[in-house]
Nanobody, 115 residues
Framework: QVQLVESGGGLVQPGGSLRLSCTAS????????LTWYRQAPGKERELVAY????????NYADSVKGRFTISRDNAKNTVYLQMNSLKPEDTAVYYC????????WGQGTQVTVSS
């Protein structure tokens, strides 16, 4: 049974940093790419960052390039999202996603950027 559990969200001031984690189980983690998405109130879910199975390839939404970094530790079955220089418009629920035959999502972690 595929499970994804996100953590690390919270309230942070503009310009601050957070690191999100997503710990996976139920599949061969090192064989799959993973993606972080986010959904702000009243908006559609959007892709934030992607990482290939080995971590060699990454891709980012234009809105977060240069501020966010996606990484993974295949020994710990965990993918990370380091978020720096946070802006109020980064406020959203952040989700981890993997496609293993079907599409799987975690429960999400809330990130609020506010002074």
């Amino acid at each position: 049974q595929v499970q994804l559990v996100e953590s690390g969200g919270g309230l942070v001031q503009p310009g601050g940093s957070l690191r999100l984690s997503c710990t996976a189980s139920g599949f061969t983690f090192s064989s799959y790419s993973l993606t972080w998405y986010r959904q702000a109130p009243g908006k559609e879910r959007e892709l934030v960052a992607y990482i290939s199975s080995t971590g060699r390839f990454t891709n980012y939404a234009d809105s977060v390039k240069g501020r966010f970094t996606i990484s993974r530790d295949n020994a710990k079955n965990t993918v990370y999202l380091q978020m720096n220089s946070l802006k109020p418009e980064d406020t959203a629920v952040y989700y981890c996603n993997v496609h293993v035959t079907n599409n799987y999502w975690g429960q999400g972690t809330q990130v609020t950027v506010s002074s």
